[in-house]
């Protein structure tokens, strides 16, 4: 793997970051869809969209024109929902295994949602999936701008997963993957993939890769004939788990936070 990730820069687990929306004058005059989006609603253009759609209220008339200016005095709905800015609030969790990445499951399993419930009074969203039997780095933030960001294609946010397989990989195998292969949705190639040195094991390999298609790792050894006995994301977007045992989460540091921002 290459050596571009940023170190981790630490934290206190008893001494979480804040991240607040800035408030010096509350007369201040920002845009709407700027509004929008901090208050983690949309997206910048798709709030556009939906102010000229008229779907957003200001002071209870409709607003259609796009580059409206409103202060946090005034009250905005959208959907005839309030909207309100809020602190933004990002989360790094260890996803253990046997849990799924949804914020709510009709079959009652656990969800990321149980494990972050008390991370803060913001209500957070995971930043993308992760398998049910998946594990490692999640990120969950109400940051609705950067979490579109980081799962746009165009991003193209670089994962590292650690991949225990049913029997020993391939050097042949291993070349198909960075060459590139062709599965059901197109063809695909991995950015690198290696041996665990560590694990002194043939059968664990270390896979970088930027696509965000669904269960990609999984297919990509499925396809080449192996089992996946194991799965776990170790890095996502310079993120890494250091420190941070399986099932347990902390708030990102200020450094980490204006990375991500640079993605």
Known sequence: MNNRRPQNNGYNPHRPVEYTEAIVDP?????????????????????????????????????????????RKDQIMFNDQPVSLERKVYVLLNKPKDTVTTSDDPQGRQTVMDLVRNASRERIYPVGRLDRNTTGVLLLTNDGDLARHLTHPSAKVYKIYQVELDRPVTREDMKQMLDGITLEDGPIKVDDVQYVQAAN???????????????????????????????????????????????????????????????
């Open 27 to 71: 007369n201040e005059e920002l845009r709407l869809n700027k509004y929008l989006a901090n208050a983690g609603v949309c997206s910048r253009r798709e709030a556009d969209e939906h102010i000229a759609n008229g779907l957003v209220k200001v002071n209870g008339e409709v607003v259609t024109e796009l580059g409206t200016k409103v202060t």
């Open 201 to 263: 094991d043939k059968r664990i390999v270390g896979v970088e890769l930027h696509s965000g298609k669904n269960r990609i790792v999984r297919r990509i050894f499925e396809h080449l004939g192996y089992n996946v006995h194991k799965l776990d994301r170790v890095v996502f977007a310079g993120l890494t788990k250091k420190d941070l045992p399986r099932g347990r989460y902390r708030e990102l540091s200020e450094q980490e936070v204006g990375f991500l921002m640079m993605v």
